[in-house]
């Protein structure tokens, strides 16, 4: 024990018992009133209230002195909270303080409410103080005894009816010291009526009450039911009681299995329902629901099964020399996708539109004159026109067809370029160590030597793309990034494979067999595209199995074209540019 401890032990000893007995002194709740009143004895009630081990009554002795000497209003929270009997005491004490109500009452009244063992004797201080109405709806149901009436106290106040209670009644509900005696009050208070079946069911105190009360609002019952009648269920008492019900009701094969078997459980409640004729084996025993067929109509899948057993059996019929190559396409799959969804970020990404506006009248006028005399020409009575051409095709398509006649009359096995040139290059600029704000325009990228030589670009709106292929050269907008090759590798983990892949020579012999193959015409075409300010050089390599004939040009040139058009989409993607199709 601390020295402090056992200096007020003693000291409070002194003030209340007697030196030639022992015993607590017939007047010691005087003494303390009168010790109290003293400065200096004030400060020794207050050192024995926190250093001595006093019990709660030896407390409230205290409380009281302090109360009567005027010291409690003088008194910090945790003194207060130190003296009060309960948590609660020191609760509405203070609220008290704070609605201004505490300072009109009497030292009796006080002291009941700082003094009070338990939420009775507090409730019932504060109704006799007369403050009850000063309480809040949330301080009212701080006091409750029963769990579960703060709820039903609070959806009383939504509904308007808490307030329309006498004080004694809200006095009652929150003193009620279990849920029969709640029940009651609340049908005496005539609110009965009022209350959802979910409250009413809050105040069953029977296990299984509450499912029979569902069960009979599912049957359409329950409100067919007096009030009375609602309440004598409510407030049954035991499984032999709550099997009375079911009897009376006849809702035994309607009750949930749980409350069933709860009712079985106990011999009383069993021997009642038997007793009235309930026959609790047979069901259990012979109560056997029947199977239920479902029926669905197939005929979609039966279809779409036969179409893919006919497609499988003509693929498997198919003899194709080629076979299938395993390869793990994840890293792949994966790094398109993020591209995918940045290009679909930056290509949503809205250019606002600027309207022009202008006097139309001109050009609304020379039309209504042009359609007049359209119609005046139209209306002429000349039997015959006559059209003047000038012949500038036939020249053109005879000397193709010589050229066509001198391709076909050549070896089976040709090697030919064509090489179309629309416009020359524009100055472009290589960024082989990057650039952290490029100025704008034309640009060559992806120029690094060496294996590394794939650069990332991030534009100034946040999204980053990554070129493939050498020496790409783009339009790039201002303050556009341009990443090194070797910090691009490190930032995308981008794997680079300039001595190919490991198992690649196994594939070397079949591809020098294909190669090897007769009859192969192999057309190389370099084009370069001025479809835009950037002029990019696409590379066209074109096989076509088969001997020379007359058509064999148009096919090379169809071909050319489709993959010239292949590039060139791929080539807008990595512009930020649609695909054009």
Do not use: C
Not at 129 to 145: M, P, Q, R, T, Y
Not at 271 to 296: H, R, S
């Amino acid at each position: 024990m601390s020295s402090a401890a056992k200096k007020a032990g003693e000291d409070w000893n002194k003030l209340i018992l007697n030196p030639k007995t022992g015993e607590i002194k017939t007047n010691a709740q005087q003494v303390l009133n009168d010790t109290a009143k003293t400065d200096r004895g004030w400060k020794q009630l207050l050192f024995a209230a926190k250093n001595a081990k006093i019990n709660s009554n030896a407390k409230d002795m205290i409380a009281e002195a302090a109360i009567q000497a005027g010291k409690w209003d003088k008194l910090t929270l945790e003194e207060k909270w130190a003296l009060a009997h309960t948590n609660a005491d020191a609760v509405v004490e203070q609220m008290l303080n704070l609605n201004g109500q505490w300072a009109h009452l009497t030292f009796a009244q006080k002291t009941a409410i700082v003094t009070a063992k338990g939420n009775k004797e507090l409730t019932d201080a504060i109704y006799n103080a007369g403050v009850w109405n000063s309480l809040g709806i949330k301080d009212i149901e701080a006091l409750v005894n029963v769990k579960g009436t703060d709820k039903l106290i609070d959806s009383l106040d939504q509904l308007g009816l808490w307030n329309k209670l006498d004080p004694k009644t809200q006095l009652a509900i929150v003193q009620a010291k279990g849920q029969t005696e709640l029940s009651q009050i609340l049908y005496d208070a005539g609110v009965w009526q009022s209350l959802s079946l979910q409250q009413i069911m809050a105040t069953v105190t029977t296990a299984g009450t509450a499912d029979v009360v569902d069960t009979l609002n599912k049957l359409d019952r329950w409100n067919t039911l007096t009030p009375k009648e609602q309440l004598a269920i409510v407030q049954t008492q035991g499984l032999p009681g709550l099997a009375e019900v079911v009897v009376k009701y006849g809702i035994w094969n309607n009750l949930p299995q749980t409350t069933k078997d709860l009712l079985v459980s106990n011999a009383d409640a069993k021997a009642k329902l038997e007793e009235a004729g309930v026959k609790i084996n047979d069901y259990n025993n012979n109560f056997k629901p029947f199977p239920k067929v479902m029926t669905a109509d197939n005929s979609d899948v039966l279809a779409k099964q036969v179409a893919a057993n006919k497609a499988l059996g003509s693929f498997n019929s198919l003899g194709l020399p080629v076979k299938a190559m395993k390869a793990d396409s994840s890293d792949v799959e994966n790094k398109s996708s993020r591209g995918k969804s940045a290009i679909t970020q930056y290509n949503n990404t809205g250019i606002p539109g600027k309207k022009f506006t202008g006097d139309s009248s001109s050009a609304v006028k020379a039309a209504d004159t042009a359609k007049s005399h359209s119609i005046a020409f139209n209306n002429a009575p000349n039997p015959t026109k006559h059209i003047k051409a000038n012949d500038e095709a036939s020249s053109p398509i005879e000397h193709a067809m010589n050229w066509l006649t001198k391709w076909s009359s050549g070896p089976s096995i040709i090697t030919k370029t064509i090489r179309t040139v629309q416009e020359a290059w524009n100055k472009v600029t290589g960024k082989q160590t990057g650039d952290s704000d490029f100025a704008g325009g034309p640009v060559m990228v992806n120029d690094q030597r060496g294996p590394v030589f794939r650069e990332a670009i991030h534009f100034a709106n946040g999204q980053t793309v990554i070129p493939t292929g050498r020496n790409v050269i783009t339009n790039l907008p201002r303050h556009a990034e341009i990443i090194p090759a070797s910090k691009t590798a490190k930032l995308f983990d981008i794997r680079q494979y300039a001595q190919g892949t490991p198992g690649y020579q196994s594939v070397i012999p079949k591809l020098q067999a294909i190669s090897s193959q007769p009859n192969v015409t192999t057309a190389n075409s370099t084009v370069i595209n001025s479809g835009s300010t950037i002029n990019p050089t696409y590379n066209v390599n074109i096989t076509i199995a088969g001997p020379v004939t007359s058509n064999t040009g148009k096919t090379i040139g169809q071909q050319a074209m489709a993959e010239i058009k292949r590039m060139t989409n791929n080539q807008n993607i990595i512009n930020g540019k649609e695909a054009a199709y």
